[in-house]
């Protein structure tokens, strides 16, 4: 029988007035099996702070009993090493802690552990959009990125608050990179025919892949017609994408075993066509232009990178958006943005954006040193979970001959029992026998009675 009991949640004076937690399930205090629990945080920053935060968790490992894994969002080593929770060391419990950036608004922390959660503080400090937008997967900051440069260079035309919509931006993460502009989100799967015009620009990233290619084309005309300006940024048809994209997809099946629900769709619908979207896009006063974006080797590995199981990941996200992003919007590319938009602003992007004369070598050598690097940190991690594999495969031979023995001890025991039971079987028969004979005895006892009475008082009338 498991019993669950409520984790308290504490939450630091230094938030108080910008973040709200709750605990979601309760969690097995069952010593037999330490089956995996599950549960949730749900954090509530305010709509424009985001926070670093961390999170301790107060764990109750038992007498005797190493503490055992806890995850936060499926992430086992973000988790710094566990700290008996006093100096000798000779607590039951420990302490775990976990930093992480959280967006503004709501975020939900999937959470799992193997032992008993006494209690999860948490702590954290608010921080810029800028530092929050640095510690974001590269992929996403990359494209992200590309389109504050673009609207950044097309602030003199801009008169009052620029007004944009994200076609497709369910995370609202354009929010962070723009802050001061008005920015309304529009989902394509619930229908891009709301009412709605009049937007400066009207951006779409990664989405124009995932809708039906026969809609596509209806999308893209409605992007047109809403904004004085469009930029839609997709991954195309190419043999580089498909090929970069089925390597990536194999290294995930293989050494994750996950099958990319994204990759899959792409597969089923099939990738747009860059003349396709670049000829819907313009005409009507309008003039296109397709700048690249996310270097194909550089977008595997940044893609890939963002399920390694290593410890404190967004640092290294940091090192990789501030060195090297911007140096790899080259060809060949794995997205490419279609802009469409009045000549004059076309001309101001053609001005800035020139193109290289060859790949950016020296940041293509810097970063494969910092791969490298990577890729050691990533052995050592692994060694270190081959030692822990070991260490619990080596516990758990010992529990199972642990359990051999019980068995056998229960065994033992089984069969001692069955003899008592039969041996008190007996003394229960043996007891009815008695119990009959003495009732037969009485009842001989009482036709004697009879006659010896009559007999008496005879003998008294005599």
Not at 106 to 116: A, F, G, N, V, W
């Amino acid at each position: 029988m498991h019993r669950t009991h409520a984790t308290p949640i504490v939450v630091a004076p230094d938030l108080a007035g910008m973040l709200k937690a709750r605990f979601g399930k309760g969690w097995s205090a069952s010593p037999e099996g330490w089956t995996t629990p599950g549960g949730a945080i749900h954090l509530r920053l305010s709509p424009d702070t985001p926070a670093r935060v961390e999170i301790t968790f107060s764990v109750n490992s038992g007498p005797g009993r190493q503490p055992m894994g806890l995850t936060l969002n499926r992430r086992p080593a973000v988790l710094l090493p566990a700290e008996p929770r006093n100096p000798e060391g000779e607590a039951e419990g420990y302490l775990r802690r976990c930093r992480l950036i959280l967006p503004p608004g709501e975020s939900r922390l999937d959470l799992c552990c193997t032992d008993p959660i006494e209690e999860i503080e948490i702590s954290g400090t608010p921080i810029s959009f800028h530092e929050y937008t640095c510690t974001l997967p590269p992929d996403l900051f990359a494209r992200h990125r590309r389109v504050q440069e673009i609207v950044h260079l097309w602030h003199p035309f801009f008169t009052d608050r620029l007004r944009i919509l994200d076609v497709g931006g369910g995370d609202d993460i354009l929010r962070a990179f723009l802050p001061h502009a008005e920015i309304d989100l529009l989902d394509p799967a619930r229908g891009h025919h709301a009412e709605g015009t009049g937007y400066d620009v009207v951006v779409s990233l990664d989405t124009l892949e995932h809708v039906p290619p026969d809609q596509r084309d209806d999308l893209l005309r409605s992007i047109r017609e809403r904004g004085r300006a469009a930029i839609v940024a997709a991954p195309f048809q190419s043999e580089g994408v498909a090929a970069c994209e089925a390597l990536v997809d194999h290294r995930l099946r293989q050494d994750w075993g996950l099958e990319h629900p994204f990759l899959r769709e792409h597969r089923s619908h099939g990738l747009p066509k860059l003349s396709e979207t670049v000829e819907c896009l313009g005409g009507e006063g309008r003039r296109t232009l397709v700048l690249p974006g996310s270097f194909l080797p550089a977008w595997s590995f940044w893609f890939l990178s963002s399920f390694a199981p290593i410890p404190e990941l967004t640092e290294h996200w940091v090192h990789l958006n501030t060195r090297y992003s911007e140096a790899f919007d080259v060809e060949p590319a794995y997205r490419h943005f279609v802009v469409s938009a009045p000549p004059t602003w076309i001309d101001h992007l053609t001005a800035h954006f020139t193109a290289p004369s060859s790949p950016p070598w020296k940041a293509l050598l810097e970063a494969q040193s910092d791969f490298l690097a990577l890729l050691a940190r990533l052995a050592r991690e692994h060694e270190g979970c081959k030692k822990e594999r070991d260490r619990l495969e080596a516990h758990l031979d010992t529990l199972r001959i642990v359990g051999d023995n019980r068995r056998e001890q229960l065994r033992a025991l089984t069969e001692l029992r069955a003899r008592q039971e039969a041996y008190i079987e007996g003394l229960e028969a043996q007891n009815r026998a008695l119990a009959q004979e003495k009732a037969e005895l009485a009842d001989k006892l009482d036709r004697l009675r009879h006659p010896l009475r009559t007999l008496w008082k005879s003998v008294r009338k005599g």
